[in-house]
């Protein structure tokens, strides 16, 4: 089965093929950094980041396949401007600050970082984009007015083919100088905005001033990347103006097709409904993090995570509390059962089954309902991304892994190392960090056993002592099996754990 991704540009379904073998060409827009990142970022970054794991995941016999994903960090524009020059401190301090929170936030949701994240103040990055105004300017798809430089739109015939709006025809020389604008506007916009009082500011040769807002993406995306790149991400409100007109600017310049595949994640709601900070339901993943569940636990990052991911990228998620919950109980699920497998192997003969084993996985007898159950969900994201069916499927998984218990005593070496490798496959698609622990420390394997066996000889309670002793002091908590099944062994990481 092909990959098909829904492309905004022909607004429909399109098999994928790279541009070039063993290499995918990825742009996103990143942040723009005047304050923390709130959760609607994060959720196309999620969305993203499963992107780029299920490209990876794919092509991943491919020998030295990489996926060349460049992502901008915006540090120079009105927002960042005036943030800098309201709290009195140079610019680059005031960004910094943002961009630092902004890559410990994609650390903490296990979030891939890009390649490449140029940054829009950077002196190289702003010779660049001088130099595609410059060709702009000679082509005629530019012009010079009181020190600023504005992209003619009535030049490039196919404005409005990705957000379908027809808005070339606007009154000649209507222009915009501002970085965020009315979603109906159709005028020339600004490539290099002369200086004003009291912000940053570069020589050029139509004198001191400093880029537009789309101009940066263009000129990162060509000059990291390629003239004509494979996929460029983002969330739906940037289809207008922002991705419109770097594809304009592009065009223009290149005269080739600026990017094959355009794919838009669509917003999130709050309680069904817009966030707001006067409504009160406005949450950066900070604060996700510092609230507190219905057990009186905090909040864990990777049930953040599953919630974001969990609803397909073009489908509008409603972002609630119970759909909070309802994440923080499918981890709890992944971690049981990788767990339940991974003390397994610490008691088994075999000391090595915990050893991840993609032969034993590909050939193992048991795991052909594993083998058929993953075959299920890289079909399910093959198909634009189909997230709900993808993780249907592993839930199936679980389900059958879990019927393996009672008797898992049984269960061999080479069953399990299949089982493990499984799981690492699960966290390199989707990033949930549940096969990070891959040992059990032998002092608690050796506790554990001590523990079956007092049990077996009914005498429960020394046993619950060395299970005080693991709970307390060794950084893992025991968990008791069902009738006929033994205890097992969980490493505390979780919040709630």
């Known amino acids: 089965m092909n990959i098909q991704f829904h492309n905004t540009l022909s607004g429909k ?56 994903h460049v992502m901008n ?34 650390k903490t949701l296990n979030i891939k970082l890009p390649t490449v994240m140029p940054h829009a103040a950077d002196e190289k990055e702003i010779q660049s984009m001088i130099q595609l105004v410059a060709k702009l300017i000679g082509n005629n798809h530019a012009y010079v007015k009181e020190g600023s430089v504005y992209f003619r739109i009535s030049e490039f015939k196919n404005y409005g083919k990705l957000s379908k709006k027809d808005l070339a025809q606007n009154i ?53 990347l390629a003239e004509t790149i494979d996929i460029h991400a983002g969330g739906e409100d940037l289809i207008f103006p922002h991705h419109e007109n770097e594809i304009a600017q592009s065009e223009a310049a290149t005269g080739k097709p600026f990017v094959k595949y355009w794919l838009h994640a669509k917003h999130l709601l709050v309680n069904g409904e817009k966030m707001s900070k006067s409504k009160g339901n406005f949450f950066t993943l900070r604060d996700l993090l510092a609230k507190k569940d219905k057990s009186g636990k905090f909040y ?14 073009r489908t509008q998620l409603n972002f609630t509390f119970e759909l909070l919950e309802e994440a923080k109980e499918n981890i709890k699920k992944l971690d049981d059962c990788y767990f339940k497998c991974l003390s397994v192997a610490a008691l088994g003969v075999e000391r090595e089954a915990n050893v991840a084993s993609k ?19 890289a079909e399910a994201l093959q198909d634009d ?113």
């Open 172 to 224: 000649t020389g209507a222009r915009v100088d501002v970085d965020e604008y009315d979603k109906e506007v159709g005028a020339d916009f600004v490539l290099w905005k002369a200086t004003k009082e009291g912000e940053p500011s570069w020589d050029s040769p139509w004198g001191k001033g400093r880029p537009g807002w789309h101009l940066e993406c263009s000129s990162m995306s060509m000059k990291h």
């Open 73 to 106: 960090i915006t540090d120079v524009d009105d927002k960042t401007i005036a943030g800098a020059n309201r709290d009195g401190i140079p610019l680059a301090q005031y960004t910094k600050k943002y961009e630092d929170a902004f890559i410990e936030d994609l």
């Open 385 to 497: 991304l189909n997230i709900s069916v993808a993780l249907a499927n592993l839930f199936e998984v679980l389900r059958e892994i879990n019927s393996w218990f009672p008797g898992s005593i049984a269960i061999d070496g080479s069953q399990l190392r299949g089982v493990i490798f499984f799981f690492k496959l699960i966290d390199d698609l989707f990033g949930l960090d549940v096969s990070v622990i891959n040992s059990v420390p032998e002092r608690v394997i050796e506790m554990l056993m001590k523990i079956i066996e007092f049990r077996r000889k009914k005498e429960f309670g020394p046993a619950d002592q060395i299970r005080k002793q693991i709970n307390d002091e060794t950084g893992w908590l025991v968990k008791d099996g069902r009738p006929g099944e033994p205890s097992t062994v969980k490493k505390k990481r979780r919040t709630w754990d």
């Open 359 to 377: 032969k034993d996985f590909e050939n193992h007898p048991k795991l052909s309902g594993l083998r058929e159950y993953t075959t299920k969900m």
């Open 13 to 68: 379904k399109e098999d994928f093929q790279p541009i070039r073998a063993g290499e995918i060409l990825m742009y996103t827009c990143g942040p723009t950094v005047y304050d923390y990142a709130h959760i609607g970022n994060f959720r196309t970054f999620v969305f993203e980041d499963l992107l780029h794991r299920f490209l990876e995941f794919h092509f991943r016999e491919i020998k030295d396949f990489k996926v060349n």
């Open 300 to 313: 864990d990052k990777m049930a953040i995570k599953y919630a974001l991911l969990s609803t397909h990228y």
